[in-house]
């Protein structure tokens, strides 16, 4: 299938600079039928070459562009073999204390200890001796205590263009509302919008406490939109973790897991992240903890475009893995790819709420999760969930995963 040619770019600052999608390369658009004005049909194996080409150009351009945010951030982030991470320190699971003591009498000092309480489990983060990076410290710790499971404190980044300045505008802090679902987003802060007339209670997990984003506004407006923009769960409410605060290391893995922990032990049933980020040891236990108790992850299988690693938490085999179509019901060729692909959703062509109150274009796998999400919360109460949203697919095709759904839930992008 040949897709149209892309047109966005991220900007803004903050929870912006960390999405790091570059722009998506032009690709051929589809000739109208007769060839009007001259057009002509590539040849398709000619297509295929310029797909392959534009798709091994945004993986590479992705990570230039997380390498330029390492540069720009050297106090508080470094590089790992896998992505972005928090500078100088590990976290441990669980760390059996004579392991532990193996590992401080080697150098390593514990400098936190925190209870994920509600998902069972506990973190200890563990500054390595000077000079070692986090890569080189987590082989050391696999020599020493083989069975200590550690990780780096991987960035986990939004998953779509158009949305992702940081405002300034007061956060909203509603609580109460209707008798709609109770629906967890973990993104950024969201502001006020007349879309929003739910109940919505929020909490920050950084250092910097709640700041509004721009991306995690849009992503509320589509899970709970009423009015302007079309949601799929409209007044639902809203329990929103904001793990980005404006923080330079917003959307850690510890901050991820922190975030996971509070919807659980709140009750939420359904829980959209719209955030991809490596695989990481810690963030995989909390995801399968939390579907344990009977809660679904619903994220996006990213914005890195085939060529690049699978993503997650969408690539863990206890999330509900979502990607993206256009208004033609094409995939959208910077989406990832998972091991696993449960549905396909409306995430380009559209419009979704902006903090200053009006509408912006939107685009990415981002904004296909909350819609997955609001209309999975429909049917928490049933034998089956998963099953019952099976029966709401408007088309099933493979390149879906069990089906498109919420295809009529796209908010028409406003006119200039």
Known sequence: ???????????????????????????????????????????????????????QRLARERRQALDALVRAHPETLEMTRDGPAVRGEVVAMDPDPILLAAVEGAGFAVIGREAVEELGFELVRLRPPAGLSVDVALARLRRLAPGLEASADHLHLPSGAGAGAVTSSGTVVQRGGGGGPVIGLIDGGVASHPALRGGIEQRGFTAAGLQPSAHGTAVASLIAGDGAVRGAAPGARLKVADIFGGARTGGSATNLVRAINWMVGSGVRVVAISLAGPNNAIVARAVAEAHRRGTYVVASVGNAGPAAPPSYPASYPESVAVTAVDSRGRLLIEAGRTPHLDYAAPGADMAAADPNGGLRVVRGTSFAVPLVAGRLARHVGSRDPLA??????SARDRRYGRGLICASCRTPPPRN
């Open 1 to 55: 299938m040949i897709l149209a040619a892309l047109a966005t770019s991220l900007s803004g600052a903050g929870v912006a600079t960390a999405q790091l999608l570059p722009r998506a390369p032009q690709l051929p658009s589809l000739p109208s039928v007769g060839g009007v004005g001259g057009e002509v049909l590539r040849p398709v194996d000619g297509l295929r070459r310029d797909v392959g080409r534009a798709t």
């Open 388 to 393: 019952a949203l099976d029966g709401e697919a």
